[in-house]
């Protein structure tokens, strides 16, 4: 099986001779010229090797509000770079034909991302590690990220949160925004659907708010399977309790890849953004045919500081970076 020749990092040989990744809480044991759930590690001898490092599927230029981060400098643009694999198997996946499919990849070098990200102009704000799963990216995220701190950009993920605490806190001090996709507040919905666990996630994400990372949360509101009342106040409670600031993006689900139920009814997605917003300053729901709630109010006046249509932004409510024009007050987030 082809490699990259780059060692992977959070392994260990075990006395039987295969390698028990440390990466994530998926915990694979790993054997000779075979991969772990993620695809993206092979043992060859005694050094477990990776098959992604530097390798990706897409880079493209995408509105930041497309990751969706809609606190994190709005109305700019962020260099995007996906590779392949995930450690998730999500039978709704949105990206599947890179996640759960092989795909042609193209090599990059962490100096030749920087350079793209140079080259996209002054409204660039940084490389969002996105499209499939970056946390199995580990090694070569954590090899960009210090030189795209140097240059001053930040470095954004999109990820599922499923990683354990020691290569997380390795990342985190390099990682400037982070867009967690909270599955559901179900652990029995994490094993039967996504074949993972739900507590790793929590802990990843209340590890990355005690860091300093900007955070911003999504959730896929699938009917019948994460959308009850009840489910909806526990997390946005949850989330609250980590910080009242956190935006959580609820987004509506449409029929992909395994999962052919009809799509998540507006009303229900209306009812859900009711509940979650009792508990967080801001709630947006995505997927939708109107763009009613995807607006930045004002927690303190009510005022729309930020109003979006598409991934159009206008910052008109806003003064002083992030503060309302209306009644100066400080909105959560950085510009």
């Not at 695809?39 to 050094?47: M, P, S």
């Not at 300093?212 to 999504?218: C, F, L, M, S, Y």
Request: one cysteine or more; glycine letters at 8%.
């Amino acid at each position: 099986m082809d490699h990259t020749g780059v060692e992977a990092a959070h392994y260990k040989i075990l006395d039987n001779g295969d390698a028990g990744c440390r990466l994530c809480p998926q915990a694979c044991i790993i054997t000779q010229g075979k991969t772990g759930k993620c695809r993206t590690r092979t043992l060859e001898g005694r050094k477990l090797r990776l098959i992604n490092y530097g390798r990706f599927t897409s880079l493209a230029v995408d509105p930041i509000e497309k990751k969706p981060l809609y606190h994190f400098h709005p109305g700019t643009a962020i260099l995007s770079i996906g590779g392949f694999g995930c450690n998730l198997r999500c039978s709704f996946c949105q990206n599947w034909s890179i996640s759960q499919a092989n795909a042609a990849t193209r090599a990059i070098t962490p100096e030749q991302l920087v350079r793209e990200a140079r080259n996209c102009g002054p409204d660039n704000t940084g490389v969002a590690f996105t499209y499939n799963e970056p946390m199995i990216w580990f090694e070569f995220i954590r090899d960009c990220a210090p030189l795209l701190k140097s240059e001053g950009f930040a470095t954004v993920l999109v990820s599922n949160g499923f990683i354990n605490p020691e290569p997380f806190a390795e990342l985190a001090p390099h990682v400037t925004a982070l867009n967690i996709d909270l599955k559901s507040f179900s652990d029995d919905f994490y094993k039967t659907y996504c074949g993972a666990r739900l507590e790793p996630v929590k802990n990843t994400i209340a590890a990355a708010v005690k860091a300093g990372i900007w955070v911003e949360i999504t959730t896929l509101i699938v009917p019948g399977l994460n959308d009850s009342d009840e489910e909806i106040e526990e997390a946005a409670s949850w989330l609250a309790s980590v910080s009242p600031d956190i935006p959580l993006h609820l987004s509506r689900y449409f029929p992909n890849f395994q999962m052919e139920r009809a799509a998540t009814p507006p009303a229900t997605m209306e009812r859900a953004h009711g509940i979650a917003k009792k508990h967080l300053n801001y709630v947006y729901l995505g997927n939708m045919s109107d763009d009613s709630h995807s607006r930045t109010l004002c927690p303190e006046c009510g005022t729309t500081v930020i109003a979006r249509s598409g991934y159009r932004t206008d910052l008109s409510g806003l003064k002083q970076g992030m503060r309302c024009a209306a009644c100066g007050a400080r909105i959560a987030g950085a510009a």
